[in-house]
C-alpha cells in the first residue's frame, strides 16, 4: 500500500505531536521555571491583550518540543476546576493530523468521548482546525490540522520572544514517549482504545514480575502509532507489599493523568550537567548500579565516569543501548516528571534500568510518608 493511501484509509497513520498543554495555577511563573531550568524560549503568548478573556497561556519552544502553559483568570471554571482537583498536569496530549475532521471521525467511531467538535480557527494568517477527543482520566488529545496556517502558532496568540541566558543551555529536542497512569485493572482497556480510537498497536508490555520491588509493582504497555512517532505506554498499579508508585500518583492527582514525558536529547551527558546546573532535581541512584554497569551493558561511547557522576542510567537491546535519567516531580504534588533519554540504536524503555529506578523512587515516597 502506498503511503498516500494508507494516509486516506487510517487518518492517524502519519502523525507527530503538536503541543502538549499544561493547566497550572500561575502560567507566568510555570514559564519562567520551564525557561529558566529546562532551556525553554517563550515565543507566543495569549490573553486579555490578545482578546482571550478568560485564560492566559505561554507558548515555549525547545527545537521541536512545543509546551503550552495555560492558567485560568476566574475562580470556577474548567481550567480552575482542573488545577484545584489535580494539582498542575498535562491536559492535552496534541497531536498534528493531516486531516482533522477524518481522525475525529476515526476516533469517534472508535468509541471516544467528545469534547470539541471539529472547529476552524481563524485569523489574519489562516486557519486551522481543532478537535478534541477525552482520554484517561480529565485528559483529552486534540487533532489539529494546520492547512497552511502561518501565523506564529494558532488564532488568539500573538508573537511574545523572551529567552533567559544560561551558562549552560539543556539540548532536548522532542518528545519520545508520553506515559499515562491508569486505575487499577484498567491497562488493558485503555490499551484496546488507544487500538480502536487511534489505529495503535501494542510495541511491548511489561508484566508485575518485569517492573517490582520487593515492595511495589506496575504493570505497562506501550501503544504505537505505524511510524513509531507517537507512544503511549500505559501504567497501572499492581499489588505489592506496599504502596506502588503508580497509586501514589493516583491519590495525589485524584485520578488517571500523565505521569511522565520522556524528551530526546542528542547528548545526555552535556543536558544532564547543564540541567544540573540549573537546578533540576533528579532521581538518585545507588552506586552499586555503577559497580555492575559495565558487565551488563557491553562496550558504550560514554565514560563510565562521567555517568556515575550525573547518575544516569544505561540499558541494552539487541538492537543498541540507550541512556535515561527521571527528574523528580516537577510541581507540588508527585505526579508529572520528566525523563530524559538518549537513543543510540536501542528501541527498549529501560527494562533493565526498573529496579534500580524503583528503589531510588521508593526512598522519596518513604520521605513523603506515601510508601
Ligand atoms: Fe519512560
Same mark, same amino acid.
Given at each position: 500500500m502506498s503511503t498516500a493511501t494508507e494516509a486516506?484509509?487510517?487518518?492517524? &497513520?502519519?502523525?507527530?505531536?503538536?503541543?502538549?498543554?499544561?493547566?497550572?495555577?500561575? &502560567?507566568?511563573q510555570a514559564a519562567h521555571y520551564y525557561?529558566?531550568?529546562?532551556?525553554?524560549?517563550?515565543?507566543?503568548?495569549?490573553?486579555?491583550?490578545?482578546?482571550?478573556?478568560?485564560?492566559?497561556?505561554?507558548?515555549?519552544?525547545?527545537?521541536?518540543?512545543?509546551?503550552?502553559?495555560?492558567?485560568?483568570?476566574?475562580?470556577?471554571?474548567?481550567?480552575?476546576?482542573?488545577?484545584?482537583?489535580?494539582?498542575?498536569?498535562?491536559?492535552?496530549?496534541?497531536?498534528?493530523?493531516?486531516?482533522?475532521?477524518?481522525?475525529?471521525?476515526?476516533?469517534?467511531?472508535?468509541?471516544?468521548?467528545?469534547?470539541?467538535?471539529?472547529?476552524?480557527?481563524?485569523?489574519?494568517?489562516?486557519?486551522?482546525?481543532?478537535?478534541?477527543?477525552?482520554?484517561?482520566?480529565?485528559?483529552?488529545?486534540?487533532?489539529?490540522?494546520?492547512?497552511?496556517y502561518t501565523g506564529i502558532f494558532a488564532p488568539g496568540f500573538v508573537e511574545a520572544r523572551k529567552s533567559i541566558a544560561h551558562a549552560a543551555k539543556p539540548a532536548l529536542q522532542f518528545i519520545d514517549h508520553c506515559v499515562g497512569n491508569v486505575g487499577w485493572g484498567e491497562m488493558d482497556a485503555w490499551g484496546d482504545f488507544y487500538g480502536r480510537v487511534f489505529g495503535f498497536s501494542q510495541l511491548v508490555s511489561f508484566d508485575d514480575k518485569d517492573i517490582s520491588t520487593e515492595y511495589t509493582a506496575l504493570r505497562s504497555k506501550v501503544m504505537t502509532d505505524p511510524r513509531h512517532q507517537v507512544k503511549f505506554p500505559i501504567n497501572e498499579p499492581a499489588q505489592g507489599k506496599k504502596k506502588s508508585q503508580i497509586e501514589e500518583y493516583l491519590d495525589f492527582y485524584h485520578g488517571a493523568g500523565v505521569q511522565h514525558? &520522556?524528551?530526546?536529547?542528542?547528548?545526555?551527558?552535556?543536558?544532564?550537567?547543564?540541567?544540573? &546546573?540549573?537546578?533540576?532535581?533528579?532521581?538518585?541512584?545507588?552506586d552499586s548500579y555503577y559497580d555492575m554497569l559495565q558487565e551488563r551493558v557491553g562496550k558504550i561511547d560514554e565514560a563510565l565516569e562521567t555517568l556515575r557522576d550525573l547518575r544516569i542510567l544505561v540499558d541494552r537491546d539487541d538492537l543498541g543501548y540507550m541512556l535515561q535519567i527521571f527528574t523528580k516531580p516537577l510541581q507540588d504534588r508527585p505526579t508529572v516528571f520528566f525523563e530524559i533519554i538518549q537513543r543510540k540504536g536501542s528501541l527498549s524503555f529501560g527494562k533493565g534500568n526498573f529496579k534500580a529506578l524503583f528503589v531510588s523512587i521508593e526512598q522519596e515516597q518513604e520521605k513523603r510518608g506515601t510508601l
Open positions: 486516506r484509509s487510517n487518518p492517524l &497513520a502519519q502523525i507527530d505531536w503538536d503541543y502538549v498543554e499544561f493547566y497550572v495555577g500561575n &502560567a507566568k525557561m529558566s531550568a529546562f532551556g525553554f524560549d517563550q515565543v507566543a503568548y495569549a490573553g486579555p491583550e490578545t482578546g482571550v478573556r478568560d485564560r492566559v497561556s505561554y507558548l515555549l519552544e525547545q527545537n521541536k518540543l512545543r509546551f503550552v502553559l495555560t492558567a485560568s483568570l476566574s475562580p470556577d471554571d474548567e481550567i480552575a476546576r482542573h488545577v484545584a482537583l489535580h494539582g498542575d498536569g498535562v491536559k492535552d496530549i496534541a497531536i498534528l493530523v493531516q486531516d482533522a475532521r477524518a481522525a475525529f471521525e476515526m476516533a469517534v467511531g472508535g468509541g471516544a468521548r467528545v469534547v470539541l467538535e471539529p472547529t476552524v480557527l481563524e485569523d489574519a494568517n489562516g486557519r486551522l482546525i481543532k478537535a478534541t477527543i477525552a482520554t484517561y482520566g480529565d485528559t483529552v488529545h486534540s487533532f489539529i490540522e494546520r492547512d497552511g514525558m &520522556a524528551i530526546r536529547t542528542d547528548d545526555i551527558a552535556a543536558t544532564i550537567a547543564a540541567l544540573k &546546573a540549573n537546578g533540576v532535581e533528579f532521581l538518585d541512584t545507588p
